[in-house]
């Protein structure tokens, strides 16, 4: 039967209004990322301006200290217990002020660089060799544990960096950043493998509320870190300082690139934020310790994690108990598997999430009656009140937190007075480092 020319019309125009629809879309995300990028450029300006008016800055690079063997270990010890003794373990790059000393020569350490030939210049200095023996040598537990985790991490990571044509490198990237573990949140907030901050979490693509945190996500993390270091590097046009605003933003790196006149990593070093400084160098440590591991005698610890998941589709709301109860996976590797779910609940019924599970309960997840797991003491998982009580906040622990959702023209301190608190009090709650808010982002309040 033929159709009439208006129905093929119309059916055309509404094929061509989808396809523009998700173009739009498209386009409209690369706008919001680089207008993130630029909102960061211009708050620094402030800052660059106050800087040079008050405080002087070293023409070059601060020399090592000598310390005596005895003062680095017992300086190594309170730094490791300051620094690594978090949920967040990125390290605080400020061990350029130590000498070091290793068992390997530099000239050994000078030739291995060389022959790991990256994707940009490895210098050998001070600085480097410093994380280059912390990594290798210092921290054999936490290297092994990483070392361990990335044989599952780092496939996806490369897979990631591919499609976007991205240095497979950048992987160790997430080492430095959270020792690959997903569930990491720095004392700013940061959180995930690539420890997002909420707005730079938001801005590219990734879902925050009281359910889903996409920061914890690997795949779709990965997929914002590569996007947010590709908007970087078409900035600066150079990855050691692409790299370096991942950790500070663009606006401090674009600041003390004017500072320092030059646009190489080493001369504008001196003029990056102090927690900064050590970053790139970190980067080229951990790159280092895991292409030598062996060498050192690391050996990559079993990580729990599976050699391989099957990811399902879920189309309504599903606790991790019901598939404990109804299937059999261990509730403790459902989390591990999808650290992205609060409270435990695929929020399936709000669009459809994601399941990872061990690849060997698969056929038993595919076998179950799908309605006899959805019901499955739904009354008691999934009750109407058990799901207003996590969207008002509510924990399951017994306290209350109101969630505030940010509209346009709040600031803290009308937020502070609505609730009867503090700026600095819902600060330190949310571990925000400014006042700055974000429209739809979330703010507790205990």
């Known amino acids: 039967m033929k159709r009439p020319l208006s129905i093929l019309l119309a059916l055309a125009i509404s094929l061509c209004v989808s396809a523009q629809s998700r173009e739009v879309e498209r386009l409209q995300m690369q706008i919001d990322s680089l207008r993130t990028l630029l909102d960061s450029l211009r708050a620094a300006e402030p800052l660059a301006e106050a800087l040079a008016e008050g405080n002087e800055v070293p023409a070059v690079a601060p020399r090592p200290m000598d310390y005596s063997p005895e003062i680095t270990d017992s300086l190594l010890t309170l730094w490791y217990r300051n620094t690594w003794n978090r949920e967040s373990p990125a390290p605080a790059p400020d061990i350029d002020s130590l000498k070091l000393t290793s068992a390997v020569s530099d000239s050994v350490m000078m030739s291995r660089l060389a022959a790991m030939n990256p994707f940009f210049a ?8 410093n994380y280059m023996i912390v990594y290798s040598e210092k921290r054999g537990v936490a290297m092994q544990q990483a070392m361990g985790a990335s044989s599952y991490y780092f496939p996806i990571f490369e897979e990631t960096f591919r499609r976007y044509r991205l240095p497979l490198e950048l992987k160790y990237l997430a080492v430095v950043e959270s020792m690959l573990k997903p569930t990491a949140t720095s004392r700013a907030g940061a959180k995930g493998l690539w420890q997002f901050m909420y707005r730079t979490g938001r801005t590219y693509g990734l879902k925050i509320d009281s359910f889903v945190d996409e920061r914890m996500d690997a795949e779709k993390s990965t997929d914002a870190a590569a996007r947010y270091l590709r908007d970087l590097y078409r900035i600066f046009g150079d990855w050691p300082l692409a790299v370096s605003a991942y950790n500070c933003g663009a606006g401090n790196v674009n600041k003390a690139i004017r500072r320092a006149g030059k646009s190489d990593f ?7 934020p102090r927690e900064t400084r050590g970053y790139m160098p970190a980067f080229v440590g951990m790159m280092y310790a ?5 060498d050192y005698g690391l050996v990559a610890a079993g990580s729990g994690l599976p050699a ?3 990811t399902f589709h879920i189309h309504k709301n599903l606790h991790f108990k019901q598939i404990n109860e109804v299937v059999g996976v261990p509730v403790e590797q459902l989390q591990q598997l999808n650290p992205t779910y609060y409270n435990d609940i695929i929020p399936g019924a ?7 599970i061990p690849y060997s309960w698969s056929a038993g997840f595919l076998a179950a009656d799908q309605d006899s797991l959805y019901s499955h003491k739904a009354s ?3 009750s109407e009140q058990v799901i207003k009580d996590i969207e008002s906040g509510k924990t399951s622990g017994g306290g209350a937190r109101t969630v505030y959702t940010v509209r346009s023209g709040d600031t803290l301190s009308h937020i ?17 480092r400014s006042d700055r808010l974000s429209i739809g982002q979330k703010i507790y309040i205990y």
Not at 290 to 294: C, K
């Open 122 to 129: 490895l210098p050998f200095n001070d600085v480097v060799k």
């Open 266 to 272: 080493w001369s504008v070093y001196p003029y990056l």
């Open 290 to 294: 895991f292409h030598y591991s062996r």
């Open 308 to 310: 391989q998941v099957d």
């Open 350 to 356: 709000a669009g459809t999430c994601t399941l990872n």
């Open 380 to 382: 008691v998982y999934l």
């Open 416 to 432: 502070a007075r609505r609730y009867h608190t503090s700026v600095k009090q819902i600060m330190a709650w949310n571990h925000l």
